[in-house]
């Protein structure tokens, strides 16, 4: 499967706990982006990476939550003492921007539980 | 900031017949792209069919099609011929033309498809 590639799938974890999550994209595309998706509501931009480099932050993104994308491959997020509130789903996108219009491939996603 | 808005929480369809999904975005940019993403039960978002802005005609991908109203600012989704496999939850996303390319996503519709 070449697709957006999500680890792990489904993460319980106690409130305070760090937690990391990771994205493997196409391996090809050169931007990445991390969504947010909480029950009911469509997916919220977060973060994305143009190769290495963290070109855009949402204020969504507290100062507890950190991502990086090294060497421009594979990416991971990071949380900080979870909150109940981080509960969600954490979606991962890749995109190759090459013209104008770049269709974005998405992963399974990594849903999130804090208890 | 642009806004995607979707109304219908829920749909329901029968089995071969046409359903029409709405959806409204605000946005005081003059070009930009909408797009339909379907998102199965456990499964990733896929792209479903994307209109560009400055195009008139709209879009269509073998049953799917769009009914883009610039002016009314207004993107609605019509499935044709409805098959079980269609039923999903389906978002409404719009991107700017910037360097970005992050998506705005609607609340999503939830399509039922009953024999």
């Known amino acids: 499967d070449t697709g957006v590639s999500q680890n792990p799938r489904h993460k319980i974890t106690k409130r305070g706990q760090n937690v990391t999550f990771r994205c493997d994209p196409i391996?090809?595309?050169?931007?990445l982006y991390w969504y947010r998706q909480t029950l009911g509501q469509g997916p919220e931009f977060l973060t994305y990476?143009?190769?290495?480099?963290?070109?855009?932050k949402s204020r969504l993104l507290s100062d507890r939550f950190s991502a990086e994308r090294p060497k421009g491959s594979f990416s991971t997020l990071e949380i900080q003492r979870t909150e109940q509130g981080d509960s969600a789903m954490y979606l991962c996108?890749?995109?190759?921007?090459?013209?104008?219009?770049?269709?974005?491939?998405f992963g399974q996603g990594t849903r999130l539980t804090v208890v | 900031a642009q806004t995607v808005t979707q109304s219908q929480p829920e749909m329901s369809v029968q089995e071969a017949e046409t359903v029409t999904l709405s959806c409204t975005y605000d946005?005081?940019?003059?070009?930009?792209?909408l797009f339909w993403y379907k998102q199965p039960p456990s499964r990733q978002m896929i792209l479903v069919i994307r209109?560009?802005?400055?195009?008139?005609q709209n879009a269509t991908e073998n049953r799917f099609s769009v009914n883009f109203q610039k002016a009314a600012k207004s993107f609605s989704l019509k499935i044709s011929d409805s098959q079980l496999g269609d039923a999903a939850m389906y978002f409404c996303?719009?991107?700017?033309?910037?360097?970005?390319?992050?998506?705005?996503f609607g609340t999503g519709t939830r399509l039922q498809v009953t024999l």
């Open positions: 990476f143009q190769n290495e480099a963290q070109l855009e």
């Open positions: 209109q560009e802005a400055y195009k008139q």
């Open positions: 996108a890749s995109s190759l921007v090459s013209g104008r219009v770049s269709e974005a491939f």
């Open positions: 946005t005081s940019e003059s070009d930009y792209y």
């Open positions: 391996s090809e595309h050169n931007r």
């Open positions: 996303a719009y991107r700017t033309t910037g360097t970005a390319s992050k998506l705005t």
